[in-house]
């Protein structure tokens, strides 16, 4: 246990539906981010978000939409998929510092929830 | 720009035999360096890292890595392999943008079968 939920585990969805992936924290921490896992391809950050702002978004398409209403939740917004969007998407947390030092960025992963667009 | 480089995609050793997995970096500064896990259906757990200080750390499940700042290499290794280590490693490089928050760069990963 890592201290990052994901729910659901598993969704199926069709290319018309719209569905919601959520990601919750019980680190105390204040970063929180969305990474897309893909076969044969390496982990790709699709956003970050800092004490609930939006920091980075990798050109992300606009059909998936992320929202963190607090440091503790992270969701991602379905809506119009493509069947290449089918993958593993985890979610991770962890503590920005905030010095002018170095960012010692230990991440904690959640489980994943497992995509299939149809 | 910062980038990792696993060379092997898949490493297959008998229970009991040692390992080595190899892990090479592309930073322009002082790097962060991580190795994780990944268990079939699930997440990535953290297995051990570098910051500074001593070039060998340990981990978890009896895992440590060397870092080599004239190899610019982090290879993970582990004495004698238990069934239970098949999984996916990958290995990350931490970077440092002044006092906002980083981000972490990960290779394509190694996936590691275990001969009984």
């Known amino acids: 246990e890592t201290g990052v939920t994901q729910t659901p585990r598993h969704l199926v969805m069709g290319m018309t539906n719209k569905k919601s992936l959520k990601c919750e924290q019980h680190?105390?921490?204040?970063?929180m981010y969305w990474y897309k896992q893909s076969a044969k391809k390496p982990l790709e950050l699709m956003f970050v978000?800092?004490?609930?702002?939006?920091?980075e978004n990798n050109s992300v398409p606009s059909r998936f939409s992320p929202e963190c209403p607090n440091s503790s939740h992270l969701f991602l917004h379905l809506h119009t998929l493509q069947p290449e969007d089918s993958a593993l998407y985890l979610c991770a947390s962890s503590q920005d510092r905030g010095s002018s030092g170095p960012i010692k960025n230990i991440q904690y992963f959640g489980a994943g929830t497992r995509l299939s667009v149809l | 720009a910062q980038s990792v480089t696993q060379p092997d995609i898949h490493i297959t050793v008998s229970e009991g035999a040692s390992l080595e997995l190899r892990c090479n970096y592309s930073?322009?500064?002082?790097?962060?360096l991580f190795w994780y896990v990944q268990s079939p259906g699930q997440g990535l757990q953290l297995l051990l890292k570098?910051?500074?200080?001593?070039?060998l750390v340990q981990g978890i499940k009896g895992f440590e890595a060397e870092f080599k700042r004239s190899q610019s290499s982090f290879n993970l290794r582990k004495p004698s392999v238990h069934w239970s280590d098949a999984a996916e490693y990958f290995c990350?490089?931490?970077?440092?943008?002044?006092?906002?928050?980083?981000?972490?760069?990960f290779g394509r990963g190694t996936q590691l079968t275990v001969w009984p």
């Open positions: 978000y800092n004490f609930k702002e939006q920091t």
């Open positions: 930073y322009g500064a002082t790097p962060y």
């Open positions: 570098y910051f500074s200080g001593d070039t």
């Open positions: 680190l105390g921490h204040n970063a």
């Open positions: 990350a490089v931490g970077s440092w943008r002044g006092s906002t928050l980083g981000r972490l760069y």
